[in-house]
């Protein structure tokens, strides 16, 4: 079983930058895939992006291609969302997920962490 915990969300104003990190337990985090996905009032979950296992390739989704990069450090287990040029549509709860393979389903994905709150304000 794997834990996620996320952290590093908050208010912050338009065009501005955030760094979520996302901390895994277990010594099997570098054979899982890592997604960030996230949630917007009244709206379904949605993919952000992953990053492969080595952090050798990245996937975004059209909405924040450009804007946001995966990255991942396996020896300290944490996998990182730099968001940028941040918009108040990108208004959302955040969460890191694990998966076994690339997918942007979140039913491909089985660990998710607790969520962490991002408000970006006009």
């Known amino acids: 079983q794997v834990q996620l915990v996320e952290s590093g969300g908050g208010l912050v104003q338009a065009g501005g930058s955030l760094r979520l990190s996302c901390a895994a337990s277990?010594?099997?985090?570098?054979?899982?895939?890592m997604g960030w996905f996230r949630r917007a009032p009244g709206k379904e979950r949605e993919f952000v992006g992953y990053i492969t296992r080595s952090g050798a390739s990245t996937y975004y989704a059209d909405s924040v291609k450009g804007r946001f990069t995966i990255s991942r450090d396996n020896a300290k287990n944490t996998v990182y969302l730099q968001m940028n040029s941040l918009k108040p549509e990108d208004t959302a709860v955040y969460y890191c997920?694990?998966?076994?393979?690339?997918?942007?389903?979140?039913?491909?994905?089985?660990?998710w962490g607790q969520g962490t709150q991002v408000t970006v304000s006009s």
């Open positions: 997920a694990t998966s076994r393979g690339t997918s942007s389903s979140r039913f491909a994905y089985d660990y």
């Open positions: 277990g010594r099997t985090f570098s054979s899982y895939v």
